[in-house]
Nanobody
Framework: QVQLVESGGGLVQAGDSLRLSCTASGRTFSNYAMGWFRQAPGKEREFVAAISRTGTRTDYANSVKGRFTISRDNAKNTVYLQMTSLKPEETAVYYC????????????????????WGQGTQVTVSS
């Protein structure tokens, strides 16, 4: 069992930056591929970014490429999402997910790829 806790959300203005954190507990963090998803009101949860177990591979949704950066610190059991140039349409609850089934270099792009989720952190971007 893995417990995930997101933090770092808040209210920012368009164009601002924000860094989200997701801290895991319960099992060996380096055994898990990690991902960030978001869910806006009335919309489905969507993929944002993913990182492999060792952090050697990352990938992003096209909408955030060049602006968001996912990283992880396995010594701190934490994955981060650095977000820059935020847009109002990116207002959403941001969730992190963890999966131990993916290979060492595997990335998860779908909800079904993850078997553990945090409770989410709200990000609100005002115009």
């Amino acid at each position: 069992q893995v417990q995930l806790v997101e933090s770092g959300g808040g209210l920012v203005q368009a164009g601002d930056s924000l860094r989200l954190s997701c801290t895991a507990s319960g099992r060996t963090f380096s055994n898990y591929a990690m991902g960030w998803f978001r869910q806006a009101p009335g919309k489905e949860r969507e993929f944002v970014a993913a990182i492999s177990r060792t952090g050697t591979r990352t990938d992003y949704a096209n909408s955030v490429k060049g602006r968001f950066t996912i990283s992880r610190d396995n010594a701190k059991n934490t994955v981060y999402l650095q977000m820059t140039s935020l847009k109002p349409e990116e207002t959403a609850v941001y969730y992190c997910g963890a999966d131990f089934r993916l290979s060492e270099t595997g990335l998860g792009y779908t909800l079904g790829a993850y078997n553990y989720w945090g409770q989410g952190t709200q990000v609100t971007v005002s115009s």
